[in-house]
């Protein structure tokens, strides 16, 4: 049996079950602010590859306007 149509999706518009729900939250709204727990953390921080955040205080992810920050030993993602 075969199937006239393929409905084959390319990769880049395939979700990603293991990208953050806050970071994909944030990037849909014009702004605001959300509070990271240690995994949101260290998965954001695998992705877009940082190490230095501690010494720099804040980042900015990438061309997606949120800048990932420290305050109050808490981490944070902002747009």
């Known amino acids: 049996m075969v ?3 393929q409905n084959l999706l390319p990769q ?3 979700t990603d079950p293991n990208y953050p729900d806050k ?3 944030l990037k849909s709204m014009d702004t605001g602010t959300f509070l990271l727990n240690v995994q949101e953390v260290d998965k954001i ?4 590859k940082i190490t230095d955040l501690e010494q720099r ?3 900015n992810l990438g061309n ?3 800048t990932f920050f420290i ?4 981490y944070y ?3």
């Open 3 to 5: 199937r006239k149509r």
């Open 71 to 74: 305050s109050d030993k808490n």
């Open 45 to 48: 921080k695998s992705i877009f």
């Open 12 to 14: 880049m518009y395939k």
């Open 23 to 25: 970071l994909e939250r």
């Open 57 to 59: 205080g804040n980042r």
């Open 77 to 79: 993602i902002k747009k």
């Open 64 to 66: 997606t306007g949120i």
